[in-house]
């Protein structure tokens, strides 16, 4: 069974960095998309960042230019560099990495930056 585990989150203040890490346990068949996600309380889920296995990106506006997402295909490891970060990036990251045949989701890490 496939887990992706988590790491790097905590409490910065703001115009800090903080890496997250992302890596799973099993193999998944095809990887194509690995991705992060954020959750505010009281807000939806939304897509932060995303890599193909192409190696194509693509980041929500409000992030562009501080943060990059990068993978080790090898390992099935996804990375999100948070740079410059802001109070409003607090939220819950997730992860995902999806293949062909199925998708999976990590635990999610508390990301807290305070003014």
């Known amino acids: 069974q496939v887990q992706l585990v988590e790491s790097g989150g905590g409490l910065v203040q703001a115009g800090g960095s903080l890496r997250l890490s992302c890596a799973a346990s099993g193999s998944i068949f095809s990887v194509n998309f690995m991705g992060w996600y954020r959750q505010a309380p009281g807000k939806q889920r939304e897509l932060v960042a995303a890599?193909?296995?192409?190696?194509?990106?693509n980041y929500l506006d409000s992030v562009k230019g501080r943060f990059t997402i990068s993978r080790d295909n090898a390992k099935n490891t996804v990375y999100l560099q948070m740079n410059s970060l802001k109070p409003e990036d607090t939220a819950v990251y997730y992860c995902k990495i999806a293949g062909t045949i199925s998708g999976h989701w990590g635990q999610g890490t508390q990301v807290t930056v305070s003014s």
């Open positions: 890599i193909t296995s192409g190696g194509s990106t």
